[in-house]
């Protein structure tokens, strides 16, 4: 072995010691500590592997993986001491092993690379997160259903460029996000099923002479088959990008339905109330109550869009296979994750203790001439009007109510037929919020029938 000044994994070829700054630059022991265990597994699975196909003993690879478990439970009590001169988790690992079991520790490398184990153990933690991504989404998804089915028929306002455009029901706006963050859902399972690939076996970049068993490393990490190209297998790291662009999107729909609870929760909105637990005060105003946790969940989307932008950059354009660019995916990935799991944990929270205020949501739904379109489509059915003339009428309707200072429902028969003679009594059926929306009986409509069918098909999927 070589002397302190020069690294005791490849000593052998150096004769000096990396400048400290060098060290700074090429260290990542920092952030990558976090795939300890992911590290721990790959070598522990590798190990068991080298043994079953007779290129280490068994008697090392049984002080091989004791010694890993050892070293896992140093790092997990806060006891294990990190080197920055040992650069990344893989080497604080092996030199850690090597102290605590000798000899032996040094066969653990045979026929792999830190590249197939890097790839490895970062997949495993990505494959992680999506699988706690997954349990987030579901967790939202069932919170969204319970306000859904309680507010089925709960008529509100709904809008265009923020403008009441016609009514809806509070159950219909709820299962809007609980389709959008159904396929967040859909997008992170693909994700998982397309990234569970094994690089470990593929070795620095051409695979190896060594007779190693790839099916059963695979195997024992969950992995569903090894990877099938090694330069492959060792150089993308597109199942991270699919990770952050499946959070990044699933951040957009994310901020927009913070962007709502924002508004809503507004002394000038009074839709939805949100608990005390998951609201801040003002340290000067005392009668403010702030939607900070939605504020932040809106927020989120800009750190994790831009670890998305980030690593697309980083990955650009490099030669295959591997290349030090990629340490850089780590740290996006780590902190888009954590961020991520956190906005849906507080939607979830939000969106559990929330009340929605059925007054002032049915208050506001009927104003603005929200049923204008109801009596535009009453003049076509019953009078049998071309929807162009019944588009005028209505406006004209409209504009006699706004300067009369009332709602459509209480223009009176004579005002109504002052634009158009034969308008009966029967239009104000149509009036009204509730039969506005009990009237949107296409598939995938408000009406509180289509909102409790969507509401039963989805609980039989979650
Ligand atoms: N710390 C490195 C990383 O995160 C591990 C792989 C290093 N491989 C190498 N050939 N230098 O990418």
């Known amino acids: 072995m070589t002397d302190q000044s020069s690294n005791q994994m490849w000593g052998g070829r150096f004769a000096a010691g990396p400048d400290a700054i060098m060290e700074a630059i090429n260290a990542s022991i920092g952030f990558d500590q976090r795939m300890a265990a992911q590290d721990i597994a790959g070598s522990r699975a590798h190990a068991a592997m080298l043994a079953a196909t007779g290129v280490i003993t068994d008697s090392d690879a049984q002080a091989i993986r004791e010694g890993l478990l050892t070293v896992l439970s140093e790092i997990q009590n806060g006891e294990f001491q990190f080197s920055t001169a040992l650069e990344d988790i893989h080497m604080n690992v092996e030199a850690r092993l090597k102290e605590v079991i000798g000899e032996p520790a040094g066969r653990l490398h045979t026929g792999r690379s830190r590249n197939d184990q890097v790839a490895t153990d970062f997949k495993l933690w990505v494959r992680d997160q999506l699988d706690a991504a997954e349990s987030g989404l579901l967790a939202l998804i069932r919170a969204l259903l319970a306000q859904a089915e309680a507010g089925a028929d709960w008529v509100m306002p709904g809008f265009t460029h923020l403008q009441t455009a ?87 729909h994310l901020s927009r339905f913070a962007e709502e609870l924002v508004i809503w929760s507004s002394a000038q909105f009074r839709f939805v109330t949100l608990s005390d637990r998951f609201s801040t005060g003002s340290s000067i105003m005392p009668q403010k109550k702030n939607p900070d946790a939605a504020e932040l969940i809106r927020a989120k989307v800009g750190r994790i ?108 028969l004579e005002d109504m037929q002052s634009v158009h003679a034969d308008i009966t009594d029967d239009v104000y059926s149509v009036l009204t919020v509730q039969n506005s929306v009990n009237s949107r009986q296409s598939y995938g409509g408000t009406a509180p029938d289509q909102v409790r069918a969507q509401v039963k098909r989805w609980k039989a999927l979650v």
Not at 200 to 223: H, K, N, V, Y
Request: hydrophobic share 45%; with cysteine; net charge negative.
């Open 166 to 252: 016609q009514p809806v029901t509070w159950g219909h706006h709820m299962m809007a996000y609980v389709e959008m963050f159904g396929r967040d859902l859909s997008r992170v399972r693909d994700a998982r099923a397309r990234m569970n690939e094994s690089p470990l076996g593929a070795a620095a970049l051409a695979g190896t002479s060594f007779p190693i068993d790839r099916q059963m490393t695979a195997e024992a990490l969950g992995f569903d088959r090894p990877a099938a190209n090694s330069l492959d297998a060792v150089s993308d790291r597109d199942f991270a990008l699919e990770f952050l662009s499946s959070a990044s999107i699933c951040a957009v």
């Open 305 to 412: 869009y831009g670890a998305n932008t980030a690593l697309m950059m980083v990955m650009k354009g490099l030669p295959l296979a591997y290349s030090k660019d990629m340490q850089e995916d780590k740290e996006q990935v780590f902190d888009a994750a954590d961020n991520w799991m956190l906005a849906l944990a507080a939607m979830e929270g939000m969106v559990k203790d929330m009340t929605a205020n059925r007054e002032s949501l049915a208050a506001a739904a009927g104003s603005g001439f929200s049923t204008a379109t109801d009596l535009a489509d009453w003049l076509v059915r019953v009078l049998g009007l071309p929807f162009r003339d019944a588009h005028h009428v209505t406006g004209s309707l409209v504009a006699m109510a706004e300067s009369k200072g009332c709602d459509l429902p209480d223009l009176t």
